[in-house]
């Protein structure tokens, strides 16, 4: 079975520290670039980091950079997101996805509340 689950989100305070993990299962998962994305409370769903499938490229949002970094370890099946100096305004559902050819691949979600 196809899946991706995301596991490391929760309540931090402004300045804290978090990281997200995605544990991959049911494809090959060398093969594919990964992404995390998030979606805030009503608004759309935003690209925060992307990373290729060999880990050797990555790139950011603009609101991320310098604060955020996606790594990977194929030999785990997994995918992470550091984020530090974190912000209220990071408060977001985050989801990795997963994609070669075909349709992407799409976790479920965790949450990231930023607050104080």
């Known amino acids: 079975q196809v899946r991706l689950v995301e596991s490391g989100g929760g309540l931090v305070q402004p300045g804290g520290s978090l990281r997200l993990s995605c544990a991959a299962s049911?494809?090959?998962?060398?093969?594919?670039?990964m992404s995390w994305y998030r979606q805030p409370p009503g608004k759309e769903r935003e690209l925060v980091a992307a990373?290729?499938?060999?880990?050797?490229?990555?790139n950011y949002a603009d609101s991320v950079k310098g604060r955020f970094t996606i790594s990977r370890d194929n030999a785990k099946n997994a995918v992470y997101l550091q984020m530090n100096s974190l912000k209220p305004e990071d408060t977001a559902v985050y989801y990795c996805?997963?994609?070669?050819?075909?349709?992407?691949?799409w976790g479920q979600g965790t949450q990231v509340t930023v607050s104080s």
């Open positions: 996805k997963a994609q070669w050819i075909g349709a992407p691949i």
């Open positions: 990373i290729t499938s060999t880990g050797g490229g990555t």
């Open positions: 049911g494809f090959t998962f060398s093969s594919y670039a």
